[in-house]
């Protein structure tokens, strides 16, 4: 049983960076395929971004393509997100996402889910 544990959230301008982290435990996380996918109020959860377990392959969704970026640290058991020229349609909750299928399922196929950390964009 892998537990997930994201940090980092908050409240930043337009414009601005935030980096997401998600801290591992209870299982062996080089194992693990990591994402990060993120829910605004009355959406479909919806992903953002997923990196393979050696680091070597990353994917991203559509809309955060060129401003986000995905890493793991092995050494850490931890994955980050780092998101840099925010948007207010960036504001939702994140969650970090574990599963040993590659490429990452859809949402619904997702073995470990974190509980999410709030992140919110002023315009």
């Known amino acids: 049983q892998v537990q997930l544990v994201e940090s980092g959230g908050g409240l930043v301008q337009a414009g601005g960076s935030l980096r997401l982290s998600c801290a591992a435990s209870?299982?062996?996380?080089?194992?693990?395929?990591m994402g990060w996918f993120r829910q605004a109020p009355g959406l479909e959860r919806e992903f953002v971004a997923g990196?393979?377990?050696?680091?070597?392959?990353?994917f991203y969704g559509d809309s955060v393509n060129g401003r986000f970026t995905i890493s793991r640290d092995n050494a850490k058991n931890t994955v980050y997100l780092q998101m840099n020229k925010l948007k207010p349609e960036d504001t939702a909750v994140y969650y970090c996402?574990?599963?040993?299928?590659?490429?990452?399922?859809?949402?619904?196929?997702?073995?470990?889910w974190g509980k999410g950390t709030l992140v919110t964009v002023s315009s």
């Open positions: 996402a574990a599963d040993p299928k590659w490429p990452l399922p859809s949402y619904y196929g997702i073995h470990y």
């Open positions: 990196i393979y377990y050696s680091g070597y392959e990353r």
């Open positions: 209870g299982g062996t996380f080089s194992r693990y395929h």
